[in-house]
Nanobody
């Protein structure tokens, strides 16, 4: 079984940056696609960015050009560099497999809170 632990969130002013990290309890090399998700207050959790084992990335339109996802299979870690943050980016950010099904359904961590406010 795998567990994910997210970190790196915080309070930042609009236009600021944060680097989020997601550490897995075991190797992520076998996971074809890893993703970052976020859940804003009163909304469902939604995928923000994904990266395949061979490095292909995809983003939702609202974060394209501002967020960058990367993965380090040797360190079992996935990163999300967030730049030019906006108040609407405020959410709890999680990582998991894409899709988060099967053995990954129970792998959700506590997430890391990102708050964008002046």
């Amino acid at each position: 079984q795998v567990q994910f632990v997210e970190s790196g969130g915080g309070l930042v002013q609009p236009g600021g940056s944060l680097r989020l990290s997601c550490a897995a309890s075991r190797s992520i090399f076998s996971i074809y696609a890893m993703a970052w998700y976020r859940q804003a207050p009163g909304k469902q959790r939604a995928l923000v960015a994904r990266i395949t084992r061979d490095g292909r990335t995809a983003y939702v339109d609202s974060v394209k050009g501002r967020f960058t996802i990367s993965r380090d299979n040797a360190k079992n870690t996935v990163y999300l560099q967030t730049n030019s943050l906006k108040p609407e980016d405020t959410a709890v950010y999680y990582c998991n497999s894409d899709p988060p099904s099967g053995i990954y359904e129970g792998a959700w961590g506590q997430g890391t809170q990102v708050t964008v406010s002046s």
